[in-house]
Each structure stands twice: as structure tokens, then as C-alpha cells.
């Protein structure tokens, strides 16, 4: 089993930064493929960025490309989520997954699931 345990969200105005972590453990992740996705009031669950290979491949949402970065350190057992020039539209509650065995970097159906941070971003 895996225990995810996201951290770091909070209010904050638009043109801002804000860095997400997610703490795991139970196993060690070094080779798990690790993402993140997001879920806003009343809309789906949506992917937003997820980090293969132990860090050397990620992989953005349209909407987050240029502005987020993911990333990973292995030797802490520890993900991040940099999140720059932060909108509006970015506000939701941010969740961490982890696979061991998912090879698409896009895909929704990762078996762990943090109990995620709310990131609320003011105009």
C-alpha cells in the first residue's frame, strides 16, 4: 500500500505562485509513475501533469503547459507541482496518484489517490 499526503495549497491572487507536495509512503515510488490531477466546483476530475522514468520525462495539460512544472525526488520519496503565473481558472482541489505499472502518461486510472489540497486563486 501507498499513502499519499498532499501539502502546500492556499489562497492565492492571480499572478501568483504556489509549490504542492506530495508525500508518500508505505513503498518506495522511485519507479511508480506519479501525476497529478485537479477537480474544480461542479466539473470532472482533469489530468494536469504526471512524471515517468524517476523524473526524466513529464508530461502537461494544455492548459498548465509553459506555467507548471512537476517533479520528483526520489530520495525523499516526495513529488511537486510548481505552479507559476496561477489564474482564476486554476482553482480546485489538486490530488497526487501513484501507479506502479501505468505507462500512459496521460491516463486517469492510477491506483492511489492523496485526499488532496485546495488551491483557490483570487482575481
Not at 63 to 82: I, P
Not at 89 to 100: L, R
Amino acid at each position: 500500500q501507498v499513502q499519499l499526503v498532499e501539502s502546500g495549497g492556499g489562497l492565492v491572487q492571480a499572478g501568483g505562485s504556489l509549490r504542492l507536495s506530495c508525500a508518500a509512503s508505505g513503498r518506495n515510488i522511485s519507479n511508480y509513475a506519479m501525476a497529478w490531477f485537479r477537480q474544480a466546483p461542479g466539473k470532472e476530475r482533469e489530468f494536469v501533469c504526471s512524471i515517468y522514468w524517476k523524473g526524466t520525462n513529464t508530461y502537461y495539460a494544455q492548459s498548465v503547459k509553459g506555467r507548471f512544472t512537476g517533479s520528483r525526488d526520489n530520495a525523499k520519496n516526495t513529488v511537486y507541482l510548481q505552479m507559476d503565473s496561477l489564474k482564476p481558472d486554476d482553482t480546485a482541489v489538486y490530488y497526487c496518484a501513484a501507479d506502479q505499472y501505468l505507462r500512459n502518461p496521460f491516463a486517469s486510472s492510477y491506483e492511489y489517490w492523496g485526499q488532496g489540497t485546495q488551491v483557490t486563486v483570487s482575481s
